[in-house]
């Protein structure tokens, strides 16, 4: 104990309480922030994962493994998930057809930039905490290039 | 005793902030699931670190503005009071930010009344939020800016000061650049943002009455030949009146097609779906109906969905949680405080028209949100068999309450959630 505070009255000049306090605003800031049910760009890696479902086992499911961690805000609207999903990274990707897959198939592991809006996860298909429902236009830009 | 109070306190957040900012890594807390098998506990932790940060941070809130007023008091210049001024500005953004999470507590599950209240937010509580995003927006980008200056600023004072030969300040400001280059790796993941396109739709859009989405319904004859192929988990038999060794057929064949439009309240007699639902789920008849009513759904439609989602009522979640409708979070079914009220929620985000399914209208539609498409080596086929197992179920239900002429309207193919 006596080290300790030998070590912090020795270190803690004014200039650490500065360099500590905006690094302390770092570590609480909030990640980017999205809304939830807004149609929004995000970038992001394709990828299958695979989850566990209650009675079925594993599951492979698309999902966007998003740059860095993100926060959605609350919906208050919603009745069964009202409230914010922290530091999300990876989300699952949903309002595609299941003939769609051959599509995402052809963007599997690379980088992609898509349209479409988040909403907290409701049903037990739903595999992350937030999902992403693709755009339609996202879904016929991917399907023509 | 000031000054020693501030720096026991900024020491307490130094050791504190860094671990917890780590503990929330999406890496750490996948590890930490694979390391467990415990989802609900990692969760869990993750409610308690979360709440550790905010204490955490207030205690480092509270060391800064005392360190920043003994230091005005001692320096009784203009530019410390200044200092002084822009610490406690700072930090009363950064309480405003935490009052918007509240240290990760669990929400008081949404009741009836309470959604209806919602619906009807008014403008004005839009406005205010929209306010609050903007100085939020804004700070985080001042943010950004204040730490660039300050890292390249720390390295600035230390090469300076090592070019002029003062070596005992030199190793001071290194060490002070050093931090500030840790400090700059470890938290720029939770710092460094995603570009965003502008909104296309408002921020906090106010609901309009569910009246105002109804939509004309033309008739369409139910085939509700054969039996259903229920939920895929559980296991109800002959529940309904089938022999449990039903031969299943092809969706559509034997239920109501998965562009079948479920929008629009069907008058449902209760007798006539409590008669035709299983035992154990015939107290539940009502609820369809009301909550169809009420959020402007085929009642039918609700009941498929349960009937698929329970197994034929038959699911663990069902009995145990009292869930009839698979409401679940990313760990699996969650409990309900009664089934109906499973129901009503359930219906609320189904019927919402600025929710999550406002832009489905038939069966199938609404099954790529629901239960979106897995991969193609999702060895059960599991949600892109919601749409048709849902459309059985309605297909038999629909029989047995003699809608023989109707129940909803076809709407054009589905457009892949357009």
Known sequence: ?145 | MTKTFARWCLALSLVLVPVLALAQSSDIQAAAKEATQSPEAVAKALTFVEMLRGFATIVLLIGVVAAAILYAYQQKGYAAWVFVGAVVLFGGFWVVAMVEQPFGGDAQPAQLSEIQAIAHLPHQASAALAIQECLMRGLNLLLNVLFAIFVVLGYILALGAAVVGEFAESIRQWFFGLIFSFGCNLFAPFFFVIPVAPSETPQIADIPPLESSLTPIALLPYNYRGFNNGGDYGNFGDLMGGNGSTVYQQPGANGVGTNQNVRGFVPTDVNALRAALPPQSQYLAQAFIDAGQRYNLDPVFLAGISGFETGGWTSSAFYNKNNAMGISDAYGPTYQSSAQDSIYKMAAILGNPNGAYANQNTIGQIGSVYAPSGAENDPYNTNSEWASGVSRWMGTLGGKIGRGNGGGSVAPPAGSGS
């Open chain 1, 1 to 145: 104990m006596k080290i300790l505070q030998l070590l912090v009255r020795r270190f803690c000049s004014y200039e650490i309480f500065l360099f500590l306090f905006f690094c302390g605003l770092c570590a609480t800031a909030p990640a980017e922030e999205f809304k939830q049910l807004t149609w929004v760009t995000v970038s992001g890696r394709l990828e299958v994962q695979s989850f566990q479902e209650e009675g079925n086992g594993p599951v492979g499911a698309w999902v966007i493994n998003l740059a860095s961690p993100i926060d959605i805000a609350a919906d208050p609207t919603n009745p069964i998930n009202p409230k914010p999903i922290l530091h999300i990274q990876v989300v699952q990707l949903a309002g595609f057809e299941p003939a769609f897959r051959s599509v995402l198939k052809r963007y599997e592991g690379k980088v992609v930039t898509v349209s479409g809006r988040f909403f907290a996860a409701h049903t037990r298909h739903h595999y992350t905490q937030a999902v992403f429902e693709l755009a339609p236009a996202t879904q016929q830009q991917m399907q023509s290039l």
